[in-house]
């Protein structure tokens, strides 16, 4: 039997503004999760809420790719979490067009998370503190995108980074702690290699930092790794790659790889995601393997030592 994972948060609908086309796409970790954890040899189960806006032929595109929405619920006279994503250049400017109902308490509960893995990924803070403490304590392991914990936004207005309380009580309730470069500024107030040392020492097992084209960092245990990331053949779309680094990094170090393997499967899988539109540019466990060996032995070159 493959290995379940749980995740929780809002699946969102995006709307994407690129010069003068626009278009309606999925989005939300959950989503780029759980499809990406079914090329990872694991059966995803979503837990979520949307609003009576969202259309059927989303759920039945989820559910025919095999992600169980046993736990994801309509909610009668809302509406489903929306983004517009206007690109301009290499700028992203992010907005907030509404928000479902959240994420709490009771709805986790229902969830049976016994020797599981739970991977919670609020883009809004949609998922409250109280229920990602028991998420914690009943997951085998549980990782957490702390976006969601740091934007601050009201409708119709651009989303913004801020240092919130609920950011910081939300280290102390997961194992692994993933960030992008802003997000760990904001947050810590340091350069990444430092942000990832202070988020690791102060809550979670592991922290990652992810720096698009510049790396990660991945901090455990008083000791901080460089991961550079793999070059891609082509550039056409960056959507969603911290919840695919995320997501792969939590199943290959819950299954017992090390740091820098887990890290660099991570890196590989982003890379592949970059070089094809959508959900395009998911790839299966055994392709991303091979790019993930490529760039273990070229840090192991650098470095003039045997790479884990």
Do not use: C
């Not at 509404?98 to 990924?121: M, N, P, Q, W, Y």
């Not at 720096?211 to 082509?234: C, H, K, L, N, R």
């Not at 887990?262 to 055994?286: K, P």
């Amino acid at each position: 039997m493959s290995q379940e994972v749980i995740f929780f948060g809002h699946i969102v609908l995006d709307t994407i503004v690129k010069g003068d086309k626009r278009w309606q796409s999925l989005g939300g970790t959950v989503v780029y999760g759980a499809l990406t954890s079914l090329r990872f040899e694991a059966k995803p189960v979503v837990v979520s809420k949307v609003g009576e806006d969202f259309p059927d032929e989303y759920l039945i595109f989820l559910s025919r790719n095999g992600i169980d929405l046993s736990f994801v619920r309509m909610v009668r006279g809302t509406k489903t979490t929306r983004f517009k994503l206007t690109y301009k250049n290499a700028e992203r400017e992010l907005t907030l067009q509404a928000k479902s109902e959240d994420i709490t308490l009771f709805d986790v509960e229902l969830v049976d998370l016994g020797g599981k893995v739970a991977i919670v990924g609020p883009v809004i803070a949609e998922v409250t503190l109280d229920a990602l403490d028991s998420i914690r304590s009943r997951a085998a392991l549980t990782a957490l995108d702390l976006q969601g914990y740091l934007r601050s936004a009201k409708p119709r207005e651009p989303v913004k980074l801020a240092r919130s309380d609920s950011a910081i009580k939300a280290l102390s309730k997961a194992d692994v702690v993933h960030m992008d470069e802003n997000e760990a500024r904001v947050l810590t107030g340091l350069e990444p290699k430092e942000a990832a040392a202070w988020v690791a020492s102060n809550g979670p097992k592991v922290a990652l930092v992810t720096m698009g084209y510049s790396g990660a960092y991945i901090a455990s245990g008083g000791e901080t790794i460089f991961i550079p990331a793999f070059e891609p053949d082509q550039v056409l779309d960056t959507t969603g790659t911290g919840d695919i680094f995320l997501t792969v990094f939590t199943l290959e170090y819950s299954r017992g790889a090390p740091l820098k393997t887990a890290a660099a499967m991570a890196a590989a899988a982003a890379s592949y995601r970059v070089e094809r539109l959508g959900f395009d540019g998911l790839r299966d466990r055994w392709t991303v393997r091979n790019r993930a060996q490529k760039l273990l032995e070229s840090l192991e070159y650098n470095s003039g030592t045997k790479t884990n």
